[in-house]
């Protein structure tokens, strides 16, 4: 990466990719987080009601030994007032776009053309690929609801007004739903083990997809993971240019 279109697409915009994946908030809140808003005796991040969308304070909870934590700490000598996803001296960064727009044409395998007549070929290629800053925070968000996080938490972190406001942004897919079940199922097989099963009991019940079979069909579209939740193409292409892809998004 040493051309003028590489650089934008360093260890700032690797930064702010991991900001979006883990603290699953908006772009333009995320962009205002100061260093003083970063509680470590509780790892937390705040986000000021000022700064977000519904105007209601947040504490988001990060993992102290996480990828965020490291980020945090290394911004964090720059200064109390310093913004942690602002610029390389810790000044506020109103945008990224140009950053944002590179990084996925280069994620591609395109490279992006400086020229006055390239800015409509850069533009198209940009329709073409059809990927959105808010995907990132929708990928953190399907991410959680995957590893079982209950989806009232996840609400609180996205800062939903309510739980069907998070539902119709997550479509549970029927794959989450029997994992979210087989919980419950392990404990009532922990609890009530020494009760007889029935002698017809066998592997031949039917999968969920078998008795609705349109569930995950509604919204079906190949990505990484083969299936997505929404309409939102997938965001591997991007977070894989800096490691941070997963496959807990479908």
């Given at each position: 990466?040493?051309?003028?279109a590489?650089?934008?697409?360093?260890?700032?915009?690797?930064?702010?990719?991991?900001?979006?994946?883990?603290?699953?908030?908006?772009?333009?809140?995320?962009?205002?987080?100061?260093?003083?808003?970063?509680?470590?005796?509780?790892?937390?991040?705040g986000?000021?009601?000022?700064?977000?969308?519904?105007?209601?304070?947040?504490?988001?909870?990060?993992?102290?030994?996480?990828?965020?934590?490291?980020?945090?700490?290394?911004?964090?000598?720059?200064?109390?007032?310093?913004?942690?996803?602002?610029s390389?001296?810790?000044?506020?960064?109103?945008?990224?776009?140009?950053?944002?727009?590179?990084?996925?044409?280069?994620?591609?395998?395109?490279?992006?053309?400086?020229?006055?007549?390239?800015?409509?070929?850069?533009?198209?290629?940009?329709?073409?690929?059809?990927?959105?800053?808010?995907?990132?925070?929708?990928?953190?968000?399907?991410?959680?609801?995957?590893?079982?996080?209950?989806?009232?938490?996840?609400?609180?972190?996205l800062?939903?007004?309510?739980?069907q406001?998070?539902?119709?942004?997550?479509?549970?897919?029927?794959?989450?739903?029997?994992?979210?079940?087989?919980?419950?199922?392990?404990?009532?097989?922990?609890?009530?083990?020494?009760?007889?099963?029935?002698?017809?009991?066998?592997?031949?019940?039917?999968?969920?997809?078998?008795?609705?079979?349109?569930l995950?069909?509604?919204?079906?579209?190949?990505?990484?993971?083969?299936?997505?939740?929404?309409?939102?193409?997938?965001?591997?292409?991007?977070?894989?240019?800096?490691?941070?892809?997963?496959?807990?998004?479908?």
């Amino acid at each position: 990466m040493n051309t003028s279109a590489h650089r934008h697409v360093g260890e700032m915009l690797h930064n702010r990719i991991v900001g979006a994946l883990e603290l699953r908030c908006r772009r333009g809140e995320m962009l205002l987080i100061q260093n003083k808003r970063v509680n470590w005796d509780t790892c937390q991040s705040g986000i000021p009601g000022a700064t977000a969308k519904d105007r209601e304070n947040r504490r988001i909870p990060f993992n102290p030994k996480g990828r965020l934590a490291a980020l945090l700490k290394r911004r964090a000598t720059l200064g109390s007032d310093a913004f942690v996803f602002g610029s390389v001296n810790g000044e506020h960064q109103p945008t990224i776009q140009t950053a944002w727009e590179t990084l996925k044409l280069l994620a591609n395998g395109l490279e992006p053309r400086d020229e006055k007549e390239g800015e409509e070929w850069n533009r198209q290629q940009l329709q073409r690929i059809d990927l959105r800053w808010h995907d990132l925070r929708h990928e953190g968000a399907c991410r959680l609801l995957a590893d079982g996080v209950d989806i009232r938490i996840i609400q609180l972190m996205l800062g939903h007004a309510s739980i069907q406001q998070t539902q119709r942004y997550l479509n549970v897919t029927d794959e989450e739903l029997r994992k979210g079940l087989e919980v419950s199922w392990k404990i009532k097989d922990d609890r009530f083990g020494w009760l007889p099963r029935a002698a017809d009991a066998t592997d031949a019940v039917p999968s969920l997809r078998q008795i609705v079979p349109n569930l995950s069909r509604r919204s079906r579209k190949v990505g990484f993971s083969g299936w997505t939740r929404t309409n939102n193409p997938p965001v591997n292409s991007v977070t894989q240019v800096f490691g941070l892809a997963g496959s807990s998004c479908r």
